[in-house]
Every structure is written in C-alpha cells, then in structure tokens.
C-alpha cells in the first residue's frame, strides 16, 4: 500500500506560478512512479505528468509542456510539480497517483494508489 498526501495549493493569478507536493508512504521502495492527474469542474480527470523511479524519464500532456516541471526527491519520498505561467484552465483538483512497477505510459492511464487531491484555482 501507498499513502499519498497532497500540498500546496491554492489560488493565483493568470501567469503565476505555484509548486504542489505529494508526500508518499507505506511502501517506499524502488519501482514506484509517479504522477500527477487533474479534474476540473464538469470534466473528466486528466493525465498532467508523470516520473519514474529514479526520475531519469518524465513524461507530460502537451497541454503542460513547456509549464509544468514534475520532480522527485527520493530521500524524502516527495514528489513536486513546479507549475509556471498558470492559465485559468488549470484551475482543477490537483490529485497525486503512484504506480508500482508500471511504465509512464501504465501511470497515465490507470494508477494504482491516488491521493484525496488539492485545489488549483486560476484567476484571470
């Protein structure tokens, strides 16, 4: 099992910048990706990004890319997602995944751990 807590979210205006966190623990070990989705009001939840384990390969929707910067720091069990020149279409609930022993491309369809989410809103 993988306990997932969210932090740092919040509201700001259009062209700002906010870093959200995801505290992980239970199982902690090598082979767990992560992730991050996002569901804004009336829409389905959407695939943001992703890493892997040792964070050497990301991947993102290319409505982020160029934005947003996913990150790990291991020895914490932490992940971060930097999001820059926010657009009030990121405004959504921000949720954390975690994939165990999944590809990237695994994690973006279908985690196996969520967390209870932190709201991102963007003023315009």
């Known amino acids: 099992q993988v306990q997932l807590v969210e932090s740092g979210g919040g509201l700001v205006q259009a062209g700002g910048s906010l870093r959200l966190s995801c505290a992980s623990s239970?199982?902690?070990?090598?082979?767990?990706?992560m992730g991050w989705f996002r569901q804004a009001p009336g829409k389905e939840r959407e695939f943001v990004a992703a890493?892997?384990?040792?964070?050497?390969?990301?991947s993102y929707a290319d409505s982020v890319k160029g934005r947003f910067t996913i990150s790990r720091d291991n020895a914490k069990n932490t992940v971060y997602l930097q999001m820059n020149s926010l657009k009030p279409e990121d405004t959504a609930i921000y949720y954390c995944?975690?994939?165990?022993?999944?590809?990237?491309?695994?994690?973006?369809?279908?985690?196996?751990?969520w967390g209870q989410g932190t709201q991102v809103t963007v003023s315009s």
């Open positions: 890493i892997s384990w040792i964070g050497g390969s990301t």
């Open positions: 995944t975690a994939g165990v022993r999944r590809t990237l491309a695994t994690l973006s369809r279908a985690p196996d751990y």
């Open positions: 239970g199982r902690t070990s090598s082979g767990v990706a």
